[in-house]
């Protein structure tokens, strides 16, 4: 089975800045300071590797033909979980894997 878990974005840097200070508060972040970082600045980041990695030759980033899209963009971890184990459960229950 093939999940292809997505985000805008947007919502993907909200979420790198978070984490930025969550390692920085806990004393384990040694890249770029969320203290110099926007997250205008790291969402145009995650855009340009975005496109970087869809325009590989090799290894490109797409959706495979038979994954399962998933936005996980307005979800919870929680959320994304039960939607995953859902899917998971769905397809066993139908043969499928």
């Known amino acids: 089975m093939k999940l292809y878990l997505d985000a805008s974005p947007q919502v993907r840097a909200?979420?790198?800045?978070?984490?930025?200070?969550?390692?920085?508060?806990?004393?384990?972040?040694?890249?770029?300071?969320?203290?110099?970082?926007?997250?205008?600045?790291?969402?145009?980041?995650?855009?340009?590797?975005d496109r970087l990695d869809a325009q590989k030759a090799v290894g490109a980033l797409k959706i495979a033909k038979d994954a399962v899209y998933l936005d996980t963009s307005d979800l919870t971890i929680q959320q994304v979980y039960e939607k995953v184990y859902k899917i998971l459960r769905a397809r066993i229950a139908h043969g499928r894997k």
């Open 14 to 49: 909200e979420r790198r800045f978070r984490e930025m200070l969550a390692l920085q508060a806990a004393g384990g972040f040694s890249g770029i300071s969320p203290k110099t970082a926007s997250i205008e600045e790291i969402r145009k980041n995650i855009e340009m590797r």
